[in-house]
């Protein structure tokens, strides 16, 4: 079974402050990682995707990939009221199980800047 | 470019009846993927269909279908539906469902089974 584990949270982080999201993820052959971000009653709505290990910065958005270690993880600097939502981390698995080319995600973690 | 659309957006039905939901993807797209999201379980993979055909199914009983036409728009079907099949129904598209694309999501279908 292929599995996204997130700590539930909720994470709460002063306004200004940066925001720390973590991820692992059970399939070494893994190959991309998608974080979303979902406001209540919404749709998830791609915030950044990774491929390959190490950073990748997107204004106020980091994402961090250690394939060895099977992580992945999200900052968010300047964190402001309106970042508060479920983050959804999500990762598209390899071979078999009839899962090649589809998103297995986390049960997500819910974020809250306080003001 | 219109975004993913999906009708009704909102459904209630009772157990033993069957449901039809319906996904238009982006213009170009030709996957599109079914999702269940609910409050314990998360967002889990139902099937993903590719020019008319199934490419990959997820976990779910057979009273879960889904078709693809040739416009690329797909329809999702639940026959005899259970209480527990209460959810929102998300449907995303990408290009070609590629490993390396983005899926889009679709608003959801929220469908209430009393």
């Known amino acids: 079974q292929k599995e996204v584990e997130q700590n539930s949270g909720p994470l709460s982080v002063p306004e200004g402050a940066i925001a720390s999201l973590n991820c692992t993820y059970s399939?070494?052959?893994?190959?991309?990682f998608f974080w979303y971000r979902q406001y209540s009653g919404k749709s998830p709505e791609l915030i950044m995707f990774i491929y390959s290990n190490g950073d990748k910065e997107d204004g106020r958005f980091t994402a961090q990939l250690n394939k060895a270690s099977q992580y992945v993880s999200l900052l968010i600097r300047d964190s402001q009221p309106s970042d508060s939502a479920t983050y959804l981390c999500a990762v598209i698995s390899s071979g078999y199980g009839g899962s090649q080319g589809n998103l297995i995600f986390g049960k997500g973690t819910k974020l809250s800047v306080k003001p | 470019k219109a975004g993913v659309t999906q009708t009704p957006r909102y459904l209630i039905k009772t157990r033993g009846q069957q449901v039809t939901l319906s996904c238009s993807p982006i213009s170009g797209h030709r996957s599109v993927s079914w999702y269940q999201q609910t409050p314990g379980q998360g967002l889990q993979f139902l099937f993903e269909?590719?020019?008319?055909?199934?490419?990959n199914k997820g976990n779910f009983p057979g009273r879960f279908s889904g078709r693809q036409f040739s416009n690329s728009r797909s329809e999702m079907n639940v026959s005899t539906l259970e209480l527990g099949d209460s959810a929102l129904y998300l449907c995303?598209?990408?290009?070609?469902?590629?490993?390396?694309?983005?899926?889009?999501f679709g608003p959801g279908t929220r469908l209430l089974v009393l």
């Open positions: 399939d070494r052959g893994s190959q991309s």
């Open positions: 995303a598209s990408s290009l070609s469902g590629s490993y390396q694309e983005t899926q889009y």
């Open positions: 269909y590719f020019s008319e055909t199934q490419r």
